[in-house]
Structure formats: structure tokens, C-alpha cells
């Protein structure tokens, strides 16, 4: 299952993109922040060492929050069981809004944009990341060969919605939305883009973990920063 | 050549993405408007009729010039003939610069996205289409099947720079840069993104040129609009 990922055994030392999603964050020192999709609460305990004043998670899987808590005990972090479908952030309530890998789950990211929009402070950011929308148009199988080359199958980008995926548990279901449609939800949410990220592996990723060399032929993570401006314009 | 084209031949009604682009556009009456790499003119001469005060148009082609020029003859359009890649607009001489399919050409559009920004009045606006990033990186050949569907070989997305291609004319040398790539330019040329446009077909373009179909399966054509806030932040 999810657990024995990298990402999960070792947390953020185990995702090649931390890096680049850690340099699109505020300080976060003295910030409230909230983290949808909080998972085994890797990114939780990260925002209070980084000196956060307040940090909520959430996740719809008790058993990702028991264990988040045991990784964690007596962290000044709450824990939320809900979905993020129908979750409701407190209105300006956060500086910050964290989420990673888990808005391709929702099949409303326009509310979900505007829900997370709501619950930021003016000048509150939201950075998150998501599966790239190339990846999750792939078709089956992925990988081809084209003139002897290794290529990647793209099938069917502009047809957005439902893709279902059996990719460690069967019948995933996942939203595959095209990389504008994204970023048109987060302008009529309200928010500024600040940063995205195509996320591809360096020269030192490529040594220290020779299987992401796939991630030069197609990006599988697409990683954004937007914040709600000071003033509504 | 590229004069047989339906864009080239019957102006902005031939190229299906126009009503996308024109929807980018801010008004246009009274406006200063610059045309970068303005090709038969077909834009230019629409910006005169939508009311614009002044409009430039620029191309490295000649020919392409002395085309433009004949079919507009007497309007209020002034050509020059330059290289896109060291041309500089007047500073703060511009309230519009639009660009089609042209920047794909440009090895540095770092350095051009700050020209464009320097050139533009604050509040003033950037709207440009390009080829795709997804579709400039692709296989050869460009389609393949899965599993008995029709794909599209998308190779070395992360691999940015020259590409050569045999389309048209033999070895023209296009650009390939991943969309993050052109977003992270023009927000560090100061630009606030307003808009992003992956071009896909609707049912009634299917219905008018049924070629367009392959659109679906991976954009071509990526459109985008951006302005230079009123005050620098």
C-alpha cells in the first residue's frame, strides 16, 4: 500500500520534489496553517519545526491520521477526518495553505479553489502539488518506443473528468484536469499565480535515484504557488 | 509554403484558435498596439478596425511585409523589419503587444518577455499564442497506438531548447521550453498572469474541420495573456 513508498517510510526526504515545493512556501514562522491532505502528517510536523504557530491537518483516512499522530505524539498539531470534496476551511482563518498530491482526487477544483481562497487571510498563500496533467492523461500502455526512442503515450489531454487508474490499489478514481484549466480555476478563485513547476529531476536527482530518468520524458508532478491579494482589485 | 495555410489565406477567420485569443484582448479603442512578428498583417489590420490610435507590426520577413502591406493598402499600419530576437520596443510606448505563433522561434525568451514588459505602459497588456510545449516535444513519428487507440508520442518534455523540425520547410529551428518555463518568465519580467488557453477544438470546430480531432488528443496550440501591474509590487 501507500506506506511503503518512499515518500512515506522517510517523509519529505523521500519526495525528489520537496525541495522545490519547500522553496515556493512563506516563512512560516508564527503562521496558522493548514494542510489538506496531510497524510502520514509528514508536512505538519515540518511546519511546526519551521515554527508555525498554528497547523491543522486533514485527511479522510483514520488510519493515515492514527498514524500521523503516532508519528507525531504530542505535536501542537489537530488532525481533521473529512473530505476535501465537502470540506469547509474557517473563513480567513489561515496564512497558509498547504496541500500535495491530492487535489487530483477532487472532482470540483473550482470550489475547491474558491473553499481554500475563502480561508486564506488577504495575502495568504496556497502552494500545493498535484499529479501533472500529462501523467494523468497517459494512455495504456504508458511507455512506447517511437523511432527506437522511449516515449511517453499522451491519450486524450483535452478530455477532462474521470480517469480510472489501478495503480497499487484497483479502481482509483482520479480528475484529470489540463494544466489551464487549473490555472483558470485559481484566477476565478481570486488568487495571483506566483510560481509553477513542472518538477523534473536534476543531475544529482538523477544519480541519487536513477528511476526518475522516466520524469525527463514526462513530467508526472506539477507543483504551484498562488496567494489572495491584499486588496480585491 | 506558409501561404497556403487557411490562416495565411483567409486571415484570423482561418485559424481556429482566434475567438480564444480575441477573448484575451482588452479593449482596443484608442489603444497603442505593437504586433510581434506580425506575419501578413491579418492582426494588424483587425486591430485597426477594433479602433486602435496606433499599430506596429514586426517580421523578420520581407516578403512577409511587402504581403502584409498590399493587402491593407492605406491603413494606418506601420511595418518593420526585424529580428524578434534583438528588436526592442520603445519603452512605455505600448498599451497592447500581441503576439501569434511566433516566440516558439525565440532562443531566449527570458530576455524577451523583459523586453515585451519594458515596452508596455503599467496596466498594459501581453497576449500571445505559441506552438504547445506538449506538441513541440514530441516523437518522431508524433503518433503511435496503445492498446488499439490512437496516441500521441511525447518525448523529452524536461529536455528544453533547439529542435529542429522537417515541417514545411526543411531544418527550421524552433525552441522547446516546458509551460512552467514561460510562466516563470513572465512572472520574473514582472507580468501577472491573467490567462492561459490550451487550445482545444469544440464540437462545432469538429463539425466545421474534422481534422481538428488530433486536437483532442494533444494540444498544439497554447495561448496566454498577461499585464504589467499598475504599480511595481
Redesign the interface.
Known sequence: GYSQFPRSRQGLAGAPEWASLKAMLPDLRGKRVLDLGSGFGAFCRFAVEAGAAEVVGVDLSEKMIASAKERGPGLPIRYEQADLETYVPQAGAYDVVFSSLAVHYLSDFDAFARKVSDGLVPGGAFVFSMEHP?FAAR???EW?E??G?R?????????EGERVTNWVVEGIVKYHR???TM??AL?VAGF???????W?PSQDDLKAMPGLAD?????ML?LMAAHRPDQEH
Chains 1, 2 share one sequence.
Do not use: C, H, N, Q
Open positions: 500529462i494512455g495504456e500502455p512506447l517511437a523511432d526512442k516515449v511517453f503515450a499522451l491519450s486524450d489531454y483535452a478530455r489540463k494544466m489551464s490555472v483558470t484566477l495571483v499565480i506566483d510560481a509553477m513547476d513542472e523534473a520524469e525527463i520524458i514526462r513530467p506539477l
